[in-house]
C-alpha cells in the first residue's frame, strides 16, 4: 500500500503562486508516474502535470510555462510537488495527487486551490 498525503493549497490572488506537496510513503518501492490532476465544480476531472520516474515531464497547455511538475526521492518518502505561478481563476479546483506503482493507481484526498480575481 501507498499512502498520499497532500499540502499547500488554499487561496490565493489572481497573479499569485502556491506550491502543493504530495508526499507518498509505505510501499513506495516501484512507484513510476506521479502526477497532478484538478477538477473545478461541475467540469471533469483533468490531467495537469506528470513526472516519471525518469524525470519527463508533460503538461496540459492550458498551465505550460507556469505550472513545474517535480520529485524528490529519498529513502521512506516520494514527494511530487506542483509549483504553480501566475495563477488565474480558471486554475481553482480541487487538486488530486495520483501516483502509479506498477500497474496499480493511488489517489490522495485533494486539496483545493481558490484563485481570486
Known amino acids: 500500500q501507498v499512502q498520499l498525503v497532500e499540502s499547500g493549497g488554499g487561496l490565493v490572488q489572481a497573479g499569485g503562486s502556491l506550491r502543493l506537496s504530495c508526499a507518498a510513503s509505505?510501499?513506495?518501492?516501484?512507484?513510476?508516474?506521479m502526477a497532478w490532476y484538478r477538477q473545478a465544480p461541475g467540469k471533469q476531472r483533468e490531467l495537469v502535470a506528470v513526472?516519471?520516474?525518469?524525470?519527463?515531464?508533460?503538461?496540459i497547455d492550458s498551465v505550460k510555462g507556469r505550472f513545474t511538475i517535480s520529485r524528490d526521492n529519498d529513502k521512506n518518502t516520494v514527494t511530487a510537488y506542483l509549483q504553480m505561478n501566475s495563477l488565474k481563476p480558471e486554475d481553482t479546483g480541487v487538486y488530486y495527487c495520483?501516483?502509479?506503482?506498477?500497474?496499480?493507481?493511488?489517489w490522495g484526498q485533494g486539496i483545493q486551490v481558490t484563485v481570486s480575481s
Open positions: 495520483n501516483v502509479w506503482r506498477l500497474v496499480a493507481p493511488y
Open positions: 509505505g510501499n513506495i518501492v516501484s512507484i513510476n508516474t
Open positions: 513526472i516519471t520516474s525518469g524525470g519527463s515531464t508533460n503538461y
